[in-house]
């Protein structure tokens, strides 16, 4: 019987195949022109299921998306894992930045990955993490090393909030019961330092709109006699930080978990490179909240970033205008034990307070979720945490993620099961940017590492 490293070594060149065939379906769950290509997409992760060793495989309806579930099940008396990944991706635009289509996969070298990197959108995100469990599955059946029982859940909705997937775990707890859940749709520090997400940032995303004069208005006629909805906009954002980069919404800060200074102390002995990371995004200096380092302004603070800002005139040349509206989305990501529903209170109550008279604000809630904590100090981390000593040879660093992926708290309050985040991309893999890749180093060492957690995790469940 081979080990999972020897099988990878025989058929990494199918398993990179298939995927990249994967990576052509532009299954970009936000944008209903391509409604048909997610669907396209879910019938082939259920083929993927299926031919991988699943027994039972369906497409779950859902007012949304379908849920693609798999299931193998070989003795009700062992453990179950419970892996989830989403087959959605994010939109690719701007288009003219990628340097080869976004839905045209093609491996190129880079100097971080001499052995190649898969381009495409959805490489990292989720497309290849998600896949690498298809491949574990498939190497465990066919070696006769599958030691547990195993369901896959894999949406299409999670780049747009998880609608769907909320009502179907609530509908189908018994269908879904597990031990643990397995999920690897995060990063990892570097490719030679492997680490597990602990944490993961909640989130409020809204929508705003600032309504001034019934109509766009000449900015000669009415100018400095009319409130302009985008001057007054731009004004309430800035407000939102005082000088310290401290969010000034009254209440903001109230149920946020400090950390203790040991816990502090052990995130700051984290391999960093502040010289690196910036020179990365090219930035000159980094930015934020006064009296925290860069990796837990990103990590343990909860934060407010306007996406994106617009209204009036920006077509072509000059066009003089007050504008009638003014828009912008904001999102907050937020921190253990901060609940979203109740920062999008906070958060509209005292934006529509700060307006001034001459304008009307209109607070629209897109969706949300809550953060997410794992502890280090049971059977799923330090089976996890052996996997990862097994194929990188050294003992992976728990890291808090700054990301969202809010159905990981719903898990454990609607299956009282914990998740393990292995996640094996990198910051660098550009995910929701132009020229997302994955490296293909990171793909196949998840696909060598994902089996060793379901012996383990077996083992250690005795
Ligand atoms: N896979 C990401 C989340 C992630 C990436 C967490 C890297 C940690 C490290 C996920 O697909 C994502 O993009 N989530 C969204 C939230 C969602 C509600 C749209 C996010 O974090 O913006
Ligand atoms: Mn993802
Ligand atoms: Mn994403």
Not at 318 to 328: D, G, N, Q
């Amino acid at each position: 019987m081979q080990g999972p490293k020897a099988y990878i070594e025989q058929n990494k060149d199918r398993f990179l195949n298939e995927l990249m065939d994967l990576l052509k379906i532009p299954s970009i769950s936000a944008d209903s022109a391509f409604s048909h290509d997610v669907l396209h997409m879910a019938e082939t992760v259920e083929e993927a299921l299926k031919a991988a060793g699943c027994t039972h495989t369906e497409i779950c309806e859902t007012d949304g998306y379908p849920i693609v579930y798999g299931e193998r099940t070989i003795d009700p008396s062992l453990p179950t894992v419970l892996v989830y990944g989403h087959y959605d991706v994010q939109p690719p635009d701007p288009l003219n930045l990628w340097t080869s289509p976004p839905f045209e996969p093609v491996v190129k070298k880079t100097n971080l990955h001499p052995n190649g990197a898969i381009y495409a959108r959805g490489a990292s995100d989720d497309k290849g993490q998600m896949y690498m469990h298809v491949k574990a599955l498939e190497y465990m059946v066919q070696n006769d090393k599958l030691p547990c029982n195993v369901k896959f859940m894999i949406e299409g909705e999670e780049e747009v909030g998880s609608n769907s997937l909320v009502t179907f775990v609530k509908e189908n707890q018994e269908r879904l019961a597990n031990d643990i859940i397995l999920i690897s749709d995060t990063g990892m520090i570097a490719k030679d330092v492997p680490s597990i997400t602990t944490g993961l940032r909640g989130l409020s995303y809204v929508e705003v709109e600032v309504t001034g004069p019934n109509r766009d208005l000449h900015s000669g006629l009415y100018g400095g006699a009319v409130a302009n909805p985008i001057n007054i906009l731009a004004k309430m954002i800035a407000s939102l930080h005082d000088e310290n980069n401290h969010i000034t919404i009254p209440g903001f800060y109230d149920k946020v978990q400090e950390l203790s200074k040991e816990e502090r102390e052990a995130m700051a002995k984290a391999p960093f490179d502040l010289k690196a990371y910036q020179d990365e995004i090219g930035i000159e200096a980094v930015y934020g909240e006064k009296g925290y380092t860069t990796n837990e302004r990103n990590s343990i603070r909860p934060t407010l970033d306007v996406n994106g800002i617009w209204g009036g005139y920006t077509g072509e040349g000059a066009k003089t205008v007050i504008p009638s509206k003014a828009y912008a989305k904001i999102s907050m990501r937020l921190v253990p034990n901060q609940d979203w529903h109740e920062i999008t209170e906070l958060f509209s109550n005292h934006f529509k307070s700060i307006a001034p008279k001459g304008v009307t604000v209109k607070v629209t809630p897109h969706h949300g979720g809550q953060g997410y904590v794992t502890p280090i100090d049971f059977v799923g981390y330090r089976a996890a945490e052996k996997a990862y000593e097994k194929t990188f040879g050294k003992t992976p660093i728990p890291q808090r993620g700054g990301g969202s992926i809010p159905i990981v708290a719903l898990f454990e309050k609607e299956l009282q099961s914990k998740t393990i985040l292995m996640g094996f991309g990198l910051d660098s893999d550009s995910i929701h940017s132009p020229n997302e890749h994955f490296g293909v180093e990171n793909y196949l060492k998840g696909i060598e590492t994902i089996p060793y957690f379901y012996q383990y995790f077996t083992e250690m469940s005795k």
